[in-house]
């Protein structure tokens, strides 16, 4: 096996493998809030019954909304505001910054639970593995935050919640790390065409109601461009140049001209690219009065359903 295929199968580039523990830390933390958030909820009491009664009330005060109310089998809107949720006003009239972070901790539902929680365990250990726990956590909190910040911009009469963009930011830093890490990957095409897959199949089912597209979108960008500052790795054949130089022989460059480039624009397009979506959400600018179309990326509406 190549070197670049032990590192697909998890291991770094020195042939180690790195303990995977923040993945399944944030699995528990995500689990551990949603069990808060539906004690807190409390179907049965704050209910009245007009939407329906909750669901699964055998639960008791960790029954679930009506599903005329909440399809995800979760708790109630007011409940997940209360929490943090993701909300234009409260953000920028309200002066509430930390719901930029705090609403990638929430979920609308068990079905919305169980679908984060599962691809977290299936991308994020795979590049905690190869890569580590802080270069992962850090892709994973700033494409989290760079989600939220396109989302508020966007969608300003209505909550988000759910780690959706921080999870894309983790493909999306997969992606970079293939193109930066292009020549030491033998089966680069293979894998790209497995992670284009997913990224459409991820962004077509953000056109769904209820899905929020624009964290999608955010986290996705922002995880690609840190992808390409954090995740690049010495070109194939430095090590073994490395050695050789010792004895005399021609050492090769650490890492090539276009890994070099590939760097720098990140590291500009993650800077400027937060630092104008804070500037423009602070200032109170609608993203759709700017681009009259881009609605259509959060929601397309067809003859099932309305937008």
């Keep these: 096996m190549s070197s670049r295929g032990m590192e697909r199968s998890g291991k770094n580039r020195g042939g180690n493998q790195y303990t995977s523990w923040l993945s399944p830390t944030i ?17 049965p009491k704050t209910t009245a019954g007009t939407n329906g009664d909750c669901v699964a009330k055998f639960l008791g005060r960790f029954s679930f909304q009506p599903l005329r109310e909440n399809p995800l089998l979760g708790p109630s809107s007011s409940t997940l505001d209360k929490m943090g949720a993701l909300e234009w006003r409260k953000v920028v009239q309200g002066n509430e910054k930390w719901r930029l972070v705090t609403s ?12 984060n929680m599962i691809n977290v365990i299936v ?16 892709i994973y909190l700033i494409s989290g935050f760079g989600g939220s910040i396109l989302s508020a911009l966007f969608l300003q009469n209505s909550i988000s919640v759910g780690a959706s963009g921080a999870l894309l930011g983790l ?13 030491i990957d033998e089966s680069k095409f293979c894998t790209l065409f497995t992670i284009l897959f997913t990224i459409a199949m991820d962004l077509a089912i953000g056109l769904l109601p209820w899905v ?12 690609f461009f840190v992808g390409f500052v ?28 276009c890994q070099y480039m590939l760097f720098f624009i990140g590291a500009v397009f993650v800077v400027a690219g937060l630092t104008v979506g804070t500037v423009m959400l602070y200032k109170g600018e609608n993203g759709n009065k700017h681009c009259k179309w881009c609605h259509r ?3 397309y509406p067809t003859s099932k359903w309305s937008c």
């Design 27 to 43: 699995v528990v933390a995500n689990v551990a809030v949603f069990i808060v958030v539906m004690f807190i909820n409390d179907c």
């Design 104 to 115: 990638m901790w929430l979920h609308g539902g068990i079905f919305h639970l169980l679908t």
């Design 123 to 138: 991308i994020g250990v795979r590049l905690e593995q190869q890569f580590g726990f802080l270069r992962v956590g850090i």
């Design 171 to 183: 493909i999306g830093a997969m992606l970079s790390e293939l193109l930066i890490n292009w020549t």
């Design 212 to 223: 929020d597209n624009f964290a999608h979108i955010g986290g996705f960008l922002t995880g």
């Design 230 to 257: 954090l995740l690049i790795q010495p070109q194939f054949g430095w090590e073994e140049s490395r050695n050789s130089s010792q004895y005399g022989g021609r050492g090769r460059a650490k890492y090539n001209p």
């Design 297 to 299: 990326l959060d929601c």
